[in-house]
C-alpha cells in the first residue's frame, strides 16, 4: 500500500485506523513524504484462524491525497 501522489515531500500525515471484523485492532501514522511512507500499512500476527473482514478508516482524509491497498498477505500454519 501507499499514500500518493508518489513524488510527495510533504510532512503531512494521514492516520488510519485498521478494523478487523468490527473490531477495532491498530492506530497507524502513514507519512505522504515518499522518503519516509510506509509500504505495510497494517500487520496483525497470530490471528485465530477463520473467515476476517477488514476495514480501514481514514482518520484525517485529504483531496491531495489516496491512500491505496494494493494487496494482504494471509499466512495459514496448519499444526497438524
Request: hydrophobic share 35%; aromatic share 12%; net charge positive.
Amino acid at each position: 500500500g501507499e499514500i500518493t501522489p508518489s513524488n510527495s515531500t510533504s510532512d503531512e500525515i494521514i492516520f488510519a485506523e485498521l478494523y478487523l471484523n468490527n473490531k477495532f485492532i491498530e492506530k497507524a501514522s502513514l507519512p505522504v513524504n515518499f522518503t519516509t511512507r510506509k509500504c505495510d500499512l497494517f500487520w496483525k500476527f497470530q490471528l485465530p484462524h477463520r473467515a476476517y473482514r477488514a476495514r480501514v478508516r481514514i482518520l484525517n482524509p485529504s483531496n491531495q491525497y489516496e491512500v491505496r491497498v494494493t494487496n494482504a498477505v494471509v499466512y495459514n500454519v496448519n499444526n497438524n
